[in-house]
């Protein structure tokens, strides 16, 4: 055990055949820890926290032992290492003393098998902090960061239960369990210990031991360079034992795990970290090590860009024997900004401690292995991730991780949809960075390795990455980087691209044939992954055709026959042209037509503008030819195009076409003759052929050419077409007969019998009629070509034909100007004789031409009847006549005289024959005039013959009178319909108003009238103001109301309207008669408004009953069921009669009594102005009167006719009210009212009121303090042997003393008389005497008594705020009234409009005109109590800018020119307060004025705070000139204003609101404001700024001020905050707020709130407040 301890008399050592284990358990001490207590000095131990097992065995399970090589590589990156070494130690140690260890157990630890890690780095004081707070939880960095010793460094003990390494002079040994290192003085175990290198080899040379010739270390070395761990590997024995795994290795096991795993994870170490190297090696007990992998990596210099650099680096990796790997990588590295990152992720990432995001892509450029092994790629986070992805790119950024770190934070959504925050910082950098970084990569390799770009493009990937490559490929479109590879190798953007995307791979190829410098094929990267092409091109039919157009002159001798690629036109131009034309695109102009001799043309081409597809044609007899052989090769379709294709074409293109009829024809065209051409011998074969080979096609036929001159005429030498011989104007020689003659003569052309052209076998009038008109022929040609005898022939034989042939219009034009009919013209006799059919008018076929030709137009020819004339003349309806026609042309007289009368009736007859209704056009009256049928009326219906017996004239004449039925069927009236009744009507009415009408026979008329049903279908209105109804003279029935009555016209006659039937005559029988008894119910049924009074008539009805006769016959019965029916009819009526009703609001109408019929109460007649509903009293001294409970049932007629409504307040009840001893009261009242024992006494307004003194003490505080006090003497006046007086300070009214005095005895106060004003002074006194039952007793009084009205409310509101009255105050209705109302109210009497100022209750100014005050607008601080004091009082106010100080004149010629000498002087006629009280915050005002240290301002308020709570004014009840001081300092200290508008002083700023809003003082401010303004306008220098905006107009101009909610404001705001408010009012404008709110990531509510308090201090006040978002829809649209 050593002799060093063997002279210690304290240590007792223990049987040496106790074991550790036991020894431990028992707690003995080991004598390795006494001797490391005494070397203490030397040495520095540490206990690690409490429960690091545990954490360590959660850890470990998080930690696969597979990724433990990432978390050291990642640990010594971070660390500034540059190489990275492993290795399986597997060396056999000779035996040592258990002395060269810290403890035993330590010592079976160094002397077993390690796993070595090293490092070129070195440990700072962090990094073993670091390393022994690892996994507690204290780590800035948490679980996402990888390395610097966080939670991943406990990946080491997934094979030690120890950690030993050394670094610089230091020695550091890890021990979880406590059991290998020994304990301190206390028997704790320690967990982590730290020794000096130099102690280390001095003391415990074994631990060094299994160090010595590895990665250069030496037990001679004073300082290693670097840093080097060892981990003895975990015994199975061990794993038994151990707390923290129960999992054992050996080196065998090891070295596999460093063979496969670890080397897959170091060859992807290197890209984004600073390593330069990491291999790995194994030793046993050789001196050297044995090298199992090595990776080494050599960069190149990085190229910078904007936001990040790139750079190549070659990677060489050895793996044991076998022959080097050699790799070249491409590596895009960027880094954003922590300003460039959005504010939403700040808390997160100071939270985690993240550092600026970064972003690194990797690939290799390796061309063998570009195109032969599959891509493998992994997501990394400086190191890599077990994670492969299919990205053909390593994917590097600082992510946050999952707890195992083995993946990125990637949750799904939680049931609101939304992600936690750092899974949101994921996507972001997946979203908003990789794809940039991404696009760049691509760039540099579009112009750096064609092979490699396109193969970087990325895919369809895992879920995880997936976001970032649905982004990039929706910022494709817009991206700026050259990242596309076009054909001929030039780097383009994607705007300048065209994307091969077509599937048509003959489109590919010739496109590709063509080099188009901006064409990208193939495409790098699926057509599906492209979420939208808008804004780009791709290869669609549009854009092909473009491109074709473009590059016409290529794409021809691309299609040569002489081209250098022969197989693009034989492979590919049919496919190209079948995909154009299967889409969309016009295809004319494109060069890809190739034509049957090889040439190549294009679609639509003008000079080849007829191609067909090649065919060929039978003859018959003829040979067999094709269309090329006989039209020519260069109208055919080349060989090249399919038919398929060529079916597509047709229709899309100018020039392809199928040989059809416009084929045919087109081919034609330059070959046959004209339309009629003279025919030669050396072309009738040619015709024949051709005729033959049209006749024997189905298509295309002799038809299809049949307006073409291909038939020969026989007897001229002519050619015509096939049309021309079947128009009908050609006729077959054999098919003339007997008629061939004539006709011949006429000219019509013959023809022979031909092949195909078939003609019709015989004559027929139709189509003689057609040749007649291609001949021209007339009247005068017939005449001349054929003579009367061959004519006469021929007409008969027209005549004839018609019977039996069809006609169309021309037919019968041309039959109109043949000579085949007779006529006869009108007014005389005459031989009829032939004329052409269109000169001539048939008659009906039922009037003879003789009956009628006496009274028919002699300019004009008539013909009778006959049924040829009507086949020629069918449709002329103007030639044939019918009975109403020909009526209509027969010329009358005006006056039938006895002699015409044979030959009228004559044709009378004939016309009344047909019985038919409304073709007589004429019928004489009892006059012998000619009037229209409808006209006359029934000489035998007796309701005319009444009606019209002063009109003779409306009968038909006696002598036509034999055949009256038929006249009625022709129009005479003999029905009595609704027309009918009107006109008799109306007939009456003018002789009633000419005095014809006598009343027997409007009676006899009415009675007819109103029992006929007609008189259903008559509208009122048309006969409303008709007098022809007779009426009985009696109205109302009592006799002495008669004579109010309006009189009717003169007579016994009057129209409906005028009239009133029984049920309506008690609301109207003023304005209407009543109609006749004998009137039967039923008209009244049928028309219901008959009879029926109008609004305006009973309005006006009403007017007559209450101001015309109930002053003559008050309270009469019958004018009380009048008045009491008129209300009801207009109630029923309301919404008619409201506006007639509001006409007459002053008109006393209304009757306003509680009961008319009690036979006692005077009947009282009001206005509707007059009323006021709820009103509890009557007001004569207003003119206000309460509706009475008669008129309460009217209350819609009454607020129509101008009555107001009292609106019903109500006031809470009272918290607390005074609870007083009944019989106790009830005897000091008793003796109260005796003016016994009474020994005091109030002497006000003549009145003397004595009370008890101990009464008045007992009750009132406020008499308790005054009656016994110490001032008893200075308050009271007593002299001896009478009551004591009390002084009531001014107090004017009897009946507030008296209300407090009767409250002091009772509890309460008699208020059922009470006048407003008393109740006001009874709320002021009740507030001076500080009795707050009595103000609430009074607010309740006020509104008990409904004393809040329009013209008082204001007053009301004002007295309520002043006296505390804060229930009053605060109800809603009077707050109502007062936000409804300006503060000037205008009250309308009868002469003028009246301007009442309720504020000005407050101001008792006096006409201060001997005062003038003179102030400068810019002094400063400016003397704003001064001016308001001024103003106040009526000084007068000037404004002189050269004045440096104010200035008041008086008018015995004094100057006064200090502030407060000011104020005072003006305070002597402002109400006058406690002297002493005055003095104190006058002080305290000119203290306040200069006070800018922010505690002393805060205290100051806080002061006057507390002194407003319970106050109005600062002293006193009234205003003082101290109020004026005190808010003069405060609205001079801006520091002190900006306090006080942050609303923690409620109470003072309600007082200096109040203040503030005093008239006088508005006035005030508004004339300091207006000289400012002035000021600013005429100073040429105006605070630096311009003079002037040109052109502006005044009160046009409008400013902004737009700040951005991201902050305070500055300097530079305030200048423009400043400048916008001075040309606004300058030109006396607006000033807009505008909050520029398009950041978010930066706004704060706050910062608003701010802003808008800092531009108050400033006193700037915008117009109007905005932001930029409430017009983001304007903006986008523009």
Same mark, same amino acid.
């Given at each position: ?113 390690? =796993? ?5 780095? $070195? /440990? ?5 902090? &670091? %390393?022994?707070? @690892?996994?507690?939880? !204290? ?114 096991? =090891? ?5 496969? $795993? /670890? ?5 992807? &170490? %290197?890209?984004? @970290?600073?390593?330069? !190297? ?1401």
């Amino acid at each position: 055990m050593g002799s060093d301890y063997s002279s210690d008399d304290r240590l007792v050592l223990a049987h040496p055949g106790i074991g550790w284990g036991f020894a431990e358990t028992i707690g003995l001490l080991r004598l390795s820890d006494k001797r490391f207590d005494a070397e203490d000095d030397l040495l520095r131990g540490r206990q690690q926290r409490e429960g690091f097992q545990a954490r360590i065995l959660g850890a470990l399970k998080g930690y696969q032992i597979e990724s433990a090589s990432t978390e050291w590589v990642a640990n010594a990156d971070n660390s500034g290492a540059t190489k990275v070494g492993f290795m399986v130690h597997d060396a056999t140690f000779r035996r040592s003393t258990s002395s060269w260890f810290l403890t035993p157990q330590s010592a079976e630890l160094c002397q077993s098998p390690a =796993l070595v890690i090293w490092n070129n780095g $070195r /440990f700072t004081e962090e990094d073993y902090e &670091s %390393l022994l707070s @690892s996994g507690s939880g !204290e780590q800035g960095a948490g679980h996402e960061v990888m390395g610097r010793f966080g939670l991943g460094a406990l990946s080491f003990y997934h094979f030690t239960e120890m950690i030993m390494l050394v670094s610089g002079n230091r020695v550091m040994f890890l021990d979880p369990s406590g059991g290998h290192l020994p304990r301190n003085a206390r028997g704790d175990k320690r967990t982590a210990l730290i020794v000096s290198l130099d102690t280390c080899r001095n003391k415990y040379p074994g631990h060094l031991q299994g160090l010595e010739g590895l990665f250069e270390f030496s037990q001679a070395t004073e300082d290693y360079k670097g840093t080097i761990f060892r981990l003895p590997l975990r015994t199975p024995q061990q794993a038994l034992e151990s707390k923290i795994s129960n999992r054992s290795f050996d080196t065998v096991e =090891l070295h596999t795990i460093m063979e496969t $795993r /670890f080397f897959d994870q170091a060859k992807g &170490s %290197l890209f984004f @970290s600073h390593l330069e !190297e990491i291999s790995a090696h194994g030793r046993d007990n050789l001196p050297t090590s044995s090298p199992i992998w090595s990776i080494r990596g050599t960069r190149q210099s990085p190229v910078e860009g904007v936001d990040g650099y790139h750079l190549e680096m070659s990677l060489e990796i050895r793996f044991k024997e076998f022959q080097p790997e050699k790799q070249d990588w491409l590596i895009h590295f960027a880094k954003k900004q922590p300003c460039g990152v959005p504010g939403m992720f700040s808390h997160l990432m100071r939270g985690r401690g993240l550092p600026p995001p970064s972003i690194g892509l990797a690939m290799r450029i390796n061309h063998d292995v570009l195109t032969t092994t599959p891509t493998r790629s992994q997501i990394f986070a400086t190191l890599p991730l077990p994670v492969e992805i299919t990205l053909p790119v390593h994917v590097h950024a600082t992510w946050i991780l999952t707890e195992d770190r083995r993946t990125i934070r990637f949750d799904a959504r939680d049931s609101d949809g939304e992600r936690p925050m750092d899974i949101k910082y994921n996507l972001y950098l997946l979203k908003d960075l990789i794809p940039e970084v991404y696009l760049r990569m691509l760039a540099t390799l579009a112009h750096r390795d064609s092979q490699a770009w396109s193969k970087c493009w990325p895919g369809t990937t895992e879920e995880v990455l997936q976001p970032m490559v649905t982004t990039f490929y929706e910022r494709l479109a817009q991206t700026i980087h050259p990242v596309c590879l076009t054909v001929t190798g030039a780097a383009v953007t994607p705007a300048a691209a065209i994307f091969a995307t077509s599937t048509s791979l003959h489109v590919r190829a010739i496109l590709e044939a063509l080099q188009l410098p901006d064409l990208v094929s193939p495409l790098p990267f699926g057509v599906a992954l492209m979420p939208s092409w808008e804004g780009l091109r791709i290869d669609d039919d549009r854009t092909v055709t473009r491109l074709l157009r473009l590059n016409t002159p290529a794409v021809m001798q691309l299609f040569h026959p002489q081209s250098p690629q022969p197989s693009i036109v034989s492979e590919h131009l049919d496919g190209m042209i079948r995909y154009l034309a299967e889409g969309e695109e016009e295809l004319n102009g494109l060069p890809l037509l190739q034509l049957g001799d090889g040439d190549i043309t294009t679609f639509g081409d003008a000079t080849h503008p007829w191609i067909f597809q090649d065919a060929v044609y039978s003859f018959g007899e003829s040979r067999d030819v094709s269309i090329s052989t006989l039209f020519g090769a260069r109208h055919v379709v080349g060989p090249a195009i399919t038919n398929q294709t060529c079916e597509l074409l047709i229709g899309k293109v100018g020039n392809v076409r199928n040989l059809d009829v416009t084929g045919i024809r087109q081919l034609l065209a330059p070959l046959a003759p004209t339309n009629k051409a003279t025919v030669t011998a050396d072309r009738k074969a040619w015709l024949l052929d051709l005729l033959r080979f049209l006749d024997t096609h189905s298509t295309p036929n002799l038809q299809d050419t049949a307006d073409l001159p291909l038939i020969p005429v026989i007897n001229e030498n002519i050619a015509i077409s096939l049309n021309k011989a079947r128009d009908g104007t050609v006729f077959d020689v054999t098919s003339l007969g007997n008629l061939g003659l004539p006709i011949m003569h006429l000219g019509v052309l013959v023809i022979s019998s031909l092949p195909g052209v078939i003609l019709e076998p015989a004559l027929d009038l139709k189509r003689l009629l057609k040749a007649f008109r291609s001949l021209g022929l007339d009247v005068g040609t017939l005449n001349q070509r054929v003579s009367a005898q061959e004519w006469e022939s021929l007409r008969q034989w027209i005549r004839n034909s018609l019977h039996s042939s069809t006609r169309n219009e021309e037919d019968r034009q041309t039959l109109l100007t043949l000579l085949i009919f007779e006529a006869q013209r009108g007014g005389q006799a005459s031989v009829p004789s032939l004329h052409p059919a269109r000169e001539t008018r048939m008659l009906p076929m039922e009037v003879p031409l003789a009956s009628v030709v006496r009274y028919l137009p002699s300019s004009v020819y008539f013909s009778d009847y006959s049924i040829e004339l009507h086949l020629v003349l069918e449709g002329r309806r103007d030639q044939m006549l019918s009975l109403e026609g020909l009526v209509n042309r027969l010329e009358l007289p005006t006056v039938i005289s006895p002699e015409e009368d044979h030959y009228f009736q004559q044709a009378l007859a004939v016309i009344i024959s047909q019985q038919r209704r409304g073709v007589i056009p004429f019928v004489p009256d009892m006059d012998r005039i000619l009037r229209r049928p409808e006209e006359l009326y029934d000489h035998r219906v007796h309701p005319f013959v009444v009606a019209f017996g002063t009109r003779p004239a409306m009968f038909v004449h006696p002598e036509y009178r034999n055949n009256v039925d038929s006249l009625v069927r022709a129009g005479v009236r003999t029905v009595i319909d609704a027309p009918s009744l009107i006109q008799c009507a109306t007939a009456l009415d003018e002789d009633a108003r000419r005095g014809a009408l006598d009343p027997v026979r409007a009676a006899e008329f009415w009675m007819a009238f109103a029992n006929d049903n007609a008189n259903r279908k008559i509208s009122l209105d048309t006969i409303a103001r008709l007098r022809f109804i007779p009426y009985p003279h009696e109205r109302r029935g009592v006799v002495e109301f008669e004579e109010f009555a309006r009189p009717l016209p003169d007579g016994d006659i009057a129209s409906p309207d005028e009239l009133v039937r029984m049920e309506f005559l008690s609301v109207v029988w003023t304005q209407r008669a009543r109609f006749l008894g004998t009137t039967p119910d039923f008209i009244f049924t049928i028309n219901r408004r008959l009879g029926v009074p109008t609004v305006v008539q009973v309005v006006d009805h009403l007017e007559v009953l209450t101001t015309e006769i109930a002053p003559m016959f008050p309270s009469h019965p019958s004018l009380l069921d009048d008045l009491t029916e008129t209300y009801n009819w207009l109630l029923d009526h309301i919404e008619d009669a409201g506006m007639f009703l509001e006409q007459r609001e002053t008109s006393l109408l209304w009757l306003n009594v509680n009961d008319p019929r009690d036979g006692v109460t005077t009947w009282t007649w009001r206005s509707g102005r007059q009323l006021i509903f709820n009103l509890g009293f009557d007001d004569p001294e207003g003119d206000h009167y309460g509706v009475n409970i008669f008129l309460l049932r009217y209350r819609d007629l009454l607020m129509a006719a101008g009555a107001d409504e009292q609106t019903q307040l109500t006031i809470p009840a009272l918290e607390h009210e005074m609870r007083h001893d009944e019989r106790l009261c009830r005897e000091w009242e008793s003796l109260r009212q005796n003016d016994l024992m009474t020994n005091i006494q109030f002497e006000v307004d003549g009145e003397i009121i004595k009370a008890h003194r101990g009464v008045l003490a007992a009750a009132i505080p406020h008499f308790r303090a005054r009656l016994a006090g110490p001032s008893q003497g200075a308050e009271v006046a007593i002299s001896v042997g009478s009551p004591m007086v009390f002084q009531t300070d001014g107090i004017t009214s009897a009946f507030a003393v008296r209300s407090v005095i009767d409250y002091a005895y009772r509890g309460s106060f008699a208020q059922a008389s009470a006048a407003i004003r008393d109740l006001l002074a009874l709320l002021e006194l009740s507030n001076m005497w500080e009795i707050e039952d009595v103000k609430r007793q009074t607010e309740r009084a006020i509104v008990e008594l409904n004393l809040v009205r329009r013209e008082t409310h204001e007053d009301i509101l004002h007295r309520a705020v002043l006296y505390g009255a804060t229930a009053l105050a605060e109800m809603p209705h009077i707050s109502t009234f007062y936000d409804e109302s300006s503060h000037a109210i205008f009250l309308k009497d009868d002469h003028h409009l009246i301007e009442y100022d309720p504020r000005a209750l407050i101001e008792r100014p006096l006409i201060m005109a001997h005062y003038t005050i003179v102030l400068s607008a810019t002094t400063t601080p400016f003397p704003f109590a001064a001016l308001i004091s001024a103003a106040y009082v009526s000084a007068r106010v000037t404004f002189d800018p050269q004045v440096s100080s104010p200035l008041l004149k008086t008018s015995d010629g004094k100057h006064i020119t200090e502030a407060e000498v000011i104020i005072a002087t003006l305070g002597t006629h402002i109400t006058q307060g406690d002297s002493t009280k005055q003095a104190t915050f006058m002080a305290l005002a000119k203290n306040l004025t200069h006070v800018t240290v922010y505690s002393e301002v805060v205290s100051a308020l806080d002061s006057l705070d507390d002194h407003a709570a319970y106050r109005t004014f600062l002293v006193g009840h009234t205003i003082t000139s101290a109020d004026f001081a005190v808010w003069g300092a405060l609205k001079s200290n801006a520091q002190a204003l900006g306090v006080l508008k942050r609303n923690q002083h409620v109470h003072l700023q309600r007082w200096y609101t109040y203040i503030e809003t005093i008239p006088s003082t508005h006035r005030a401010l508004t004339s300091l404001a207006e000289a400012r303004a002035q000021k600013l306008r005429t100073n040429k220098t105006a605070a630096s700024f311009t003079l002037g905006l040109p052109e502006a107009v005044e009160g046009k101009v409008v400013t902004r001020f737009p700040p951005e909610p991201s902050g305070y404001l500055h300097i530079g705001h305030t200048k423009a905050a400043i400048l916008n408010q001075y040309f606004a009012s300058m030109y006396k404008g607006q000033l807009i707020i505008r909050f520029d709110d398009t950041n978010p990531s930066k706004e704060k509510e706050e910062y608003e709130t701010t802003i808008l308090q800092d531009l108050e201090l400033l006193e700037i006040r915008g117009d109007r407040l905005t932001h930029t978002s409430d017009y983001f829809q304007e903006l986008h649209d523009h």
